[in-house]
């Protein structure tokens, strides 16, 4: 199992990142996606996750109305818009799968991928 995330980048606030997340070795659309992000200093903390078919998501409080979780299912891929940057948004973006997902965010995924660096210059 891999996934593989990328799309991070130095961006000014206000400004949008499209995050990617793709998914080899196992049957991408049976599962739960998750991101999550951490912050120099901080622990890791879910930001949001989608459920199989793409019809549930959840979000932090700290990002409703900015980012947009989504997949699709034929390309084993799952996406994260953020916009509307906010320099508490800089972090290390991870995705994980497989998980439950609800509104607590609070699960922990099986595997992880490597993380994408979000950094937002004020």
């Known amino acids: 199992l891999q996934l593989q995330a990328f799309g991070g980048g130095l961006v000014q606030a206000g400004g949008s990142l499209r995050l990617s997340c793709v998914v080899s070795?196992?049957?991408?659309?049976?599962?739960?996606i998750g991101w999550f992000r951490q912050a120099p200093g901080k622990e890791r903390e879910g930001v949001s996750c989608?459920?199989?078919?793409?019809?549930?998501?959840y979000y932090a409080d700290s990002v409703k109305g900015r980012f947009i979780i989504s997949r699709d299912n034929a390309k084993n891929t799952a996406y994260l818009q953020i916009d509307n940057l906010r320099p508490e948004d800089t972090a290390v973006y991870y995705c994980?799968?497989?998980?439950?997902?609800?509104?607590?965010?609070?699960?922990?995924?099986?595997?992880w991928g490597q993380g994408t660096q979000v950094t937002v210059s004020s």
């Open positions: 994980g799968a497989p998980l439950p997902c609800d509104s607590t965010l609070e699960y922990t995924p099986e595997h």
């Open positions: 070795g196992f049957p991408f659309r049976t599962y739960s």
């Open positions: 989608i459920g199989s078919a793409g019809i549930r998501t």
